[in-house]
């Protein structure tokens, strides 16, 4: 789950990933409670109303963190969010899953508890209250339980923070490097130009030398033209 919120650094999508990290846990406790769930039938009714209501936000905050991770500009960046909305999607698919046997349980549960009650009456009665003190128990066990799990998620939210600081500090030396890059292919570009020009030089500066050495031979020969065949 780390990876997801490491993928940007961008405050939306660390907030998007805590909500969904949150209806999560909001719908594993809820789903407890329904699986006991004592009855009546009002009542898991009103329990399923709440993790129906619980269930579209966590669908519409993995849509959410889709549409971003197809924004996303980096490939890498991109296809660790999409990776996140799936196992993100997969645990929704594992919590209604739980959620159907815990209805199942929790109906059965009630059914046989009626059932119960019009048998052994009286009995019933304190079996309820047995029933009851074991629930509790049962409910603080689960409430420790999820507090534990609540500390696990903490813990990983603030590694998916670290690792989206590396990440952020990663790119930013790539910015750097790629910068110091373009500074050295202009340097790279204007050495070129200095060279090419030095090379015309020195080739104009050769042909004037060249035209300089040929006027002289020239003068040379006819000086001496005139002083050994004044005649011609």
């Given at each position: 789950?780390?990876?997801?919120?490491?993928?940007?650094?961008?405050?939306?999508?660390?907030?998007?990933?805590?909500?969904i990290v949150?209806?999560?846990?909001?719908?594993?406790?809820?789903?407890?409670?329904?699986?006991?769930?004592p009855?009546?039938?009002?009542?898991?009714?009103?329990l399923?109303?709440?993790?129906?209501?619980k269930?579209?936000?966590?669908?519409?905050?993995?849509?959410?963190?889709?549409?971003?991770?197809r924004?996303?500009?980096?490939?890498?960046?991109?296809?660790?969010?999409?990776?996140?909305?799936?196992?993100?999607?997969?645990?929704?698919?594992?919590?209604q899953?739980?959620?159907?046997?815990?209805?199942?349980?929790?109906?059965?549960?009630?059914?046989?508890?009626?059932?119960?009650?019009?048998l052994?009456?009286?009995?019933?009665?304190?079996q309820?209250k047995?029933?009851?003190?074991?629930l509790a128990?049962s409910a603080?066990?689960?409430?420790?339980s999820?507090?534990s799990?609540s500390?696990?998620?903490?813990?990983?939210?603030q590694?998916?923070?670290?690792?989206?600081?590396?990440?952020?500090?990663?790119?930013?030396?790539?910015?750097?490097?790629?910068?110091?890059?373009?500074?050295?292919?202009?340097?790279?570009?204007?050495?070129?130009?200095?060279i090419?020009?030095?090379?015309?030089?020195?080739?104009?500066?050769?042909?004037?030398?060249?035209l300089?050495?040929?006027?002289?031979?020239?003068?040379?020969?006819?000086?001496?033209k005139?002083?050994?065949?004044?005649?011609?």
């Open positions: 789950m780390a990876a997801a919120a490491a993928a940007t650094g961008s405050v939306p999508v660390r907030v998007c990933y805590q909500e949150k209806f999560d846990l909001e719908i594993k406790a809820a789903v407890q409670d329904i699986r006991d769930c009855g009546p039938l009002s009542a898991l009714t009103e399923n109303a709440a993790v129906k209501e269930f579209r936000h966590l669908r519409g905050r993995i849509q959410e963190l889709e549409q971003m991770a924004e996303q500009d980096k490939e890498s960046e991109k296809q660790a969010l999409l990776q996140e909305v799936e196992n993100h999607k997969k645990q929704m698919l594992s919590n899953a739980a959620w159907r046997k815990a209805n199942l349980a929790c109906k059965i549960a009630i059914d046989n508890s009626e059932k119960d009650q019009l052994q009456g009286r009995d019933s009665l304190r309820r047995t029933t009851k003190e074991s128990e603080s066990n689960i409430t420790e999820l507090m799990i500390r696990m998620m903490s813990q990983q939210v590694q998916s923070e670290e690792t989206v600081q590396t990440l952020a500090n990663s790119s930013r030396t790539i910015l750097e490097a790629n910068e110091e890059f373009k500074s050295m292919s202009g340097t790279i570009q204007l050495g070129r130009k200095l090419t020009k030095y090379n015309r030089r020195e080739l104009t500066d050769k042909l004037l030398i060249f300089a050495l040929a006027l002289f031979l020239a003068t040379v020969l006819y000086i001496l005139k002083r050994l065949f004044p005649f011609l």
